[in-house]
C-alpha cells in the first residue's frame, strides 16, 4: 500500500528516500505533556462559572453615579 506525499521538492530524479525523509513530513515535533512536569498552563482555556474581565453583565457602578 503506496501513499503519494506532497514533499514540496518538485520532480525528484536521484533519491526518492532522501527527498522524502528530509521533507516536512518527518520532521521533530514538540509535544506539550497534558499531565505531570511541564503540563501547566498559565492561560485556563475553559473555565466554567469564572467571569473575565470586561465580561459582567451589569455595570453598577456606572448606575449608581448616573442616578447620584
Do not use: W
Not at 515535533?29 to 451589569?58: C, L, M, T
Request: charged share 35%.
Amino acid at each position: 500500500m503506496t501513499k503519494a506525499h506532497d514533499h514540496g521538492r518538485g520532480d525528484i530524479r536521484d533519491n526518492a528516500i532522501k527527498a522524502l525523509v528530509t521533507s516536512e513530513l518527518f520532521r521533530q515535533r514538540v509535544e506539550k505533556p497534558k499531565k505531570g512536569k511541564g503540563s501547566y498552563n498559565r492561560k485556563a482555556r475553559n473555565q466554567k462559572g469564572h467571569q473575565h474581565k470586561g465580561d459582567a453583565p451589569f455595570d453598577f457602578l456606572g448606575l449608581c453615579l448616573l442616578r447620584c
